[in-house]
């Protein structure tokens, strides 16, 4: 996909990709520049460690939506085709 930056930098990223990465508007985004590679990945999630009983459990700074079986899956299976294309 082709894609343009403005006249004051701004970069659209294409909404199939953004739909695929289940970017929303205000995602924080991290940017750099790698071996002559321009990379952009959603930004970590920041956590604060929590001792809960006799362990210690990483716990969201911010509201997050809630980890569903089907988004669970779905990774997966990603995954899945992902070793699958590459022969592995």
Do not use: C, F, Y
């Amino acid at each position: 996909m082709k894609t343009a930056i403005d006249s004051t930098g701004r970069l659209v990223i294409p909404k199939k990709i953004r739909q695929e990465a289940n970017l929303k508007p205000g995602a924080a985004l991290e940017i750099e520049w790698r071996d002559g590679r321009i990379e952009i990945e959603p930004a970590p999630l920041r956590v604060r460690m929590v001792r809960k009983g006799h362990v210690v459990v990483a716990v969201p700074t911010e509201s997050v939506a809630p980890l569903t079986s089907e988004t669970v899956e779905a990774v997966r299976e990603d995954l899945r085709l992902e070793r699958t294309q590459r022969g592995g």
